[in-house]
């Protein structure tokens, strides 16, 4: 039996985990976490807001699914990595923010940490077993969203209504605008650096519009092995809650009987400056990941909000970075630092 916590249970994420864990005899929903929303009796132990570590105390589960959505998720991260207990991450956002904390807490508590984001869980699926020498690079695949193909001109006037409507992908509002813009696809390029270890230069990001290529994996002998599935969250959550088992989803595996035809391509890092500002701010290190992070978030609430255009959001994370002075990321009150002054300067840059 094993006691899983369900922090965000009242998003995408926390939903469907909640099904997979009602499906499974052997999956016992010990505490649930939400943000403001009342959730009630949906487990025996539950806390809307606040110190979510207070939660995790009294229900000492031996599984934290961490689907809050942004940085409010890092405290959590932190709670499993250093306990040792498992963490089936999908807020990437405590990731990117705090991932060398994150990584020396994990070392410390030698617990497993199990990526919920698709193309990680795709990637640590094709890396299970190899040892680092055997890899030569990482390939996430994106959908590029729902303006894929369009012209700056073209996305001066979008609404946050167009951005939500995302061509392949359910998902809760943040991440759908992230996605719209290729900002998720730049905190994913930084999560995967962070989970498995590789230089930035050896992660490469390619567009697959149907989302069917989840990630792929080179190795230096000239193969290439790919995770393929039609784009189902419940795959991945699955496969993080009941890992290692890989037990039944009601998902199908690929049916070829009507053809499947897979296209690639690059995405357009000028008409979508997120991904390649994330990624320079991987390069640079220290809190810049965390202000990126930051940054990205109020950007986004703007716009959702109806405050900020949608080509203003890249513009308002590049100001910020600009701005920001970057220190090494020595502790948590170090990324608290750097989260709520990148805030303040994104904010200054939003009236500005
Ligand atoms: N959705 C997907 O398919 C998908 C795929 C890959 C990765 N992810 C990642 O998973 C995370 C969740 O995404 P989502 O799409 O499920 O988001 P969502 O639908 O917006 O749900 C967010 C959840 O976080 C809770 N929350 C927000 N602020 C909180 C706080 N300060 N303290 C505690 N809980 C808080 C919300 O509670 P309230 O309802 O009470 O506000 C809600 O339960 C994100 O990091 C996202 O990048 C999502």
């Known amino acids: 039996m094993k006691r899983v916590a369900v922090l965000g249970v009242t998003g995408s994420i926390g939903r469907q985990a909640l099904e997979i864990v009602e499906s499974h005899p052997e999956l016992e929903l010990a505490a649930a976490a939400s943000g403001s929303q009342p959730i009630d009796g949906v487990a ?3 806390q809307v807001g606040g110190d979510l570590t207070e939660l995790l105390e009294r229900a000492q589960p031996d599984v934290v699914l961490n689907a809050v959505v942004g940085f409010a998720g890092l405290p959590a991260t932190l709670w499993a990595l250093e306990r040792g207990v498992t963490l089936a991450l999908a ?13 020396q807490a994990r070392e410390r508590g030698g617990g497993l940490l199990l990526p919920v984001d698709s193309e990680h869980s795709a990637a640590f699926q094709c890396l299970e077993g190899r040892t680092p020498e055997q890899v030569d690079s990482l390939v996430l695949t994106g959908s590029g969203g729902p303006f894929r193909g369009r012209t700056r001109d073209e996305l001066e006037e979008v609404t946050p209504d167009e951005a939500l409507a995302h061509p392949t992908w359910r998902m809760g509002p943040k991440i759908t605008v992230d996605s719209s813009t290729l900002a998720n696809k730049g905190l994913e390029l930084i999560e995967a650096h962070f989970l498995f270890g590789l230089p930035y230069e050896h992660i490469e990001v390619v567009l697959q519009p149907t989302s069917v290529v989840h990630a792929l994996v080179r190795f230096r002998d000239g193969a290439t092995l790919a995770h393929l599935g039609y784009p189902d969250m419940r795959v991945p959550i699955s496969f993080a809650l009941t890992h290692p088992e890989r037990t039944a989803t009601p998902i199908p595996p690929l ?3 009507q053809g499947l035809v897979l296209e690639f391509e690059q995405p357009d890092l000028e008409t979508f400056p997120l991904l390649a500002l994330a990624r320079r701010a991987g390069e640079r290190g220290g809190t810049f990941p965390c202000a990126f992070n930051a940054a990205n978030e109020v950007a ?3 716009f959702l909000e109806g405050r900020l255009s949608f080509l203003a959001i890249a513009a308002t994370v590049e100001e910020t970075l600009a701005a920001v002075a970057g220190a090494p990321a020595r502790d948590l009150a170090d990324l608290f630092e750097a989260d709520a002054e990148a805030r303040r300067l994104a904010e200054k840059e939003l009236v500005a």
Do not use: H, I, Q
């Open 91 to 103: 807020n990437k956002e405590s990731l990117v923010a705090a991932g060398e904390l994150a990584l």
């Open 255 to 257: 049916d070829f009987s």
């Open 44 to 46: 025996p132990l539950t």
């Open 300 to 302: 986004v609430a703007a």
